[in-house]
């Protein structure tokens, strides 16, 4: 990503939801600084807000942000 005339590492998170009929959406995608626990909360705070609820399971690499995110927001299984 350019910023500022010079590129710069960012982290891009996408959410995909497979629906009941095994359909998938993507929900959200959030350009970050880093792939911190803060930032991966506020993105699924920001999904709960637009709706999300229900969710039941979160698959995802092994990054610990992650895992807290989810434990905090979803309360889902990781």
């Given at each position: 990503?350019?910023?500022?005339?010079?590129?710069?590492?960012?982290?891009?998170?996408?959410?995909?939801?497979?629906?009941?009929?095994?359909?998938?959406?993507?929900?959200?995608?959030?350009?970050?600084?880093?792939?911190?626990e803060?930032?991966?909360?506020?993105?699924?705070?920001?999904?709960?807000?637009?709706?999300?609820?229900?969710?039941?399971?979160?698959?995802?690499d092994?990054?610990?942000?992650?895992?807290?995110?989810?434990?905090?927001?979803?309360n889902a299984?990781?």
């Amino acid at each position: 990503m350019l910023s500022g005339g010079r590129v710069v590492c960012v982290a891009v998170i996408i959410a995909v939801v497979v629906n009941t009929d095994g359909s998938r959406e993507v929900l959200g995608i959030e350009i970050g600084t880093s792939e911190a626990e803060p930032i991966r909360t506020e993105f699924l705070r920001k999904l709960t807000r637009r709706g999300l609820s229900g969710v039941k399971l979160v698959i995802s690499d092994a990054h610990e942000g992650i895992k807290a995110a989810v434990s905090k927001v979803a309360n889902a299984t990781w």
